[in-house]
């Protein structure tokens, strides 16, 4: 089996049976792809005949590059996948980054917005175009979700329900309700009834949300709208589109819902990705205290 023809089957695995995300297939590819051409080029290796040392000798050259910690987890992460896959199939006897391990980096908490930075952000779209409507749509839903970026952009139109308030989100093979408070059902609907229809270029389109050229909107083109707003609000802090699904988990449990019920609505599987927002918290509590305090 050559390597192109294991690349390819790797592309198959992770579309099919691991059911990764566009982004994960993305990175992953990109990351043996590296590996592959680092291993022919430079060791004169085929992916099969690959031993320990030499995904150890890869990594390292990656360090010596000046690669970040991520980068370095994530494509050890790949690699291991890729070898999962063979060693299942029987193709290797071993996986020879089995062994590979990186020094675990301390997980940065994630940056979230202040509830007058969020105001401050969600005002920003222009209310009297069809695009400020359709952005101010796709904003407010977000932040009254916590939905991935991935979510939103897969939305039909179907999975709103404006009378009950709620929307159906999918993810992979899940699928969960999440409630909506009433400002973000009033921009929906808003978008739904004035501009929606005059934005499609097909009468059928199936889609919540769609680009200036009336198709399915992207990540890429949903990206820029946040930045266009950030910059435009004047807001100093990095906003990604994931930082709105933050804040709204993390302004939840100030406000005092449980971890269980913020783990239902985000669609985390495992409640430890939910625990982080705790830590948020608690962390701005500290800060809260360090400067008010008299005697702290």
């Known amino acids: 089996m050559s390597d192109v023809e294991i690349l390819r089957s790797f592309e198959d695995y992770l579309r099919n049976q691991k059911k990764v995300s566009d982004n994960t297939l993305l990175s992953y590819l990109r990351d043996v792809n590296r590996f592959q051409s680092y291993i022919y080029s430079q060791l004169g290796l085929e992916i099969m005949r690959v031993r320990d040392d030499d995904v150890a000798d890869y990594i390292q050259s990656l360090r010596r590059e000046g690669r970040s910690a991520a980068t370095l987890s994530r494509t050890v992460a790949s690699i291991k996948c890729l070898y999962e896959q063979l060693v299942c199939e029987g193709r290797v006897p071993i996986n020879p980054a089995r062994n590979v391990e990186l020094e675990k980096q301390p997980r940065k908490l994630p940056e979230i917005l202040s509830s007058k930075e969020v105001e401050l952000f969600l005002e920003q779209p222009d209310p009297s175009d069809m695009k400020g409507i359709r952005d101010r ?27 009950v308030g709620i929307i159906r989100c999918r993810s992979k093979e899940k699928e969960r309700v999440i409630p909506m408070y009433s400002m973000a059902v009033k921009a929906i609907s808003d978008y739904i009834e004035k501009v929606r229809m005059s934005m499609i270029a097909d009468a059928d389109e199936e889609a919540l949300f ?18 266009t707003y950030q910059k435009k609000a004047g807001i100093t802090k990095e906003i990604t589109p994931h930082t709105l699904r ?20 985000l669609g985390h599987s495992d409640l430890s990705s939910t625990q982080i927002y705790a830590k948020i918290v608690k962390k701005q509590l500290k800060d809260v205290y360090k400067k008010a305090h008299p005697r702290a």
């Open 210 to 227: 769609v680009n200036m050229n009336g198709e399915r909107m992207s990540r890429q083109g949903f990206w820029k709208i946040v930045k």
């Open 137 to 163: 749509a796709m904003l407010e839903l977000l932040y009254a979700t916590g939905m991935r970026v991935s979510e939103l952009i897969t939305l039909d139109i179907d999975d709103v329900n404006l009378s």
């Open 246 to 265: 933050h804040s709204f988990a993390a302004h939840l449990l100030e406000n005092g819902a449980d971890l269980h019920s913020i783990q239902e609505m």
